[in-house]
């Protein structure tokens, strides 16, 4: 048995469809079953959070990974549940995670060179082999038909964010 149970929280359906394939591929230095409830959590508010997981005893801590894009999003457990996490990492992906398939396309260097369009607003205008942009279904389909790529494109954004705790760092 792990020493610790793993929450993951995702912001959106698009960081939900990319963490599903890497669990799904088995990319990750975690699997499902270490996870709690075996799935990926979209509450993203502490408190929810605590009254929808946490109000049950658990043998083993909880360590809780937050999948977002933004640095100031506050995560503020009620202290009664605090003691029942071991920590808690905010794994950002900046400005969205759809900064994915600007790096698939090679455009990264081209977009951030004065570009002030969010992401998902530069892919619909500028790809046409994902339909919907913010949907968990072709998010997933997408990533799923090219996993090889989307680990590129993992590792290429952490080289962009050294500093920062990035989806790469959770790679085998």
Do not use: C
């Not at 409830?37 to 009254?51: H, M, P, S, V």
């Not at 946490?54 to 202290?79: A, C, G, M, Q």
């Amino acid at each position: 048995m792990s020493k610790e149970l793993i929450a993951v929280i995702a912001e959106g359906e698009s960081e939900r469809a990319v963490i599903d394939v890497l669990l799904d591929h088995e990319a990750l230095t975690f699997d499902r079953r270490e996870m709690l409830q075996e799935e990926i959590i979209t509450t993203r508010k502490g408190a929810n959070f605590a009254k929808m997981y946490l109000n049950k005893s658990f043998s083993v801590p909880i360590k809780i990974i937050r999948i977002l894009d933004s640095r100031k999003e506050n995560f503020k457990l009620p202290k009664v549940y605090q003691r029942k996490i071991s920590e808690i990492n905010n794994v950002t992906m900046r400005p969205e995670i759809e900064i994915l398939y600007i790096i698939y396309h090679n455009d990264f260097q081209y977009y951030t060179n004065g570009n002030n369009d969010k992401p998902s607003k530069y892919v619909r205008s500028h790809y046409k082999d994902l339909e919907h942009v913010k949907t968990y279904e072709d998010n997933y389909q997408f990533w799923d038909n090219h996993f090889d790529d989307l680990i590129k494109a993992l590792k290429q954004y952490k080289s962009y964010h050294k500093k920062e705790l990035a989806i790469a760092d959770l790679l085998k």
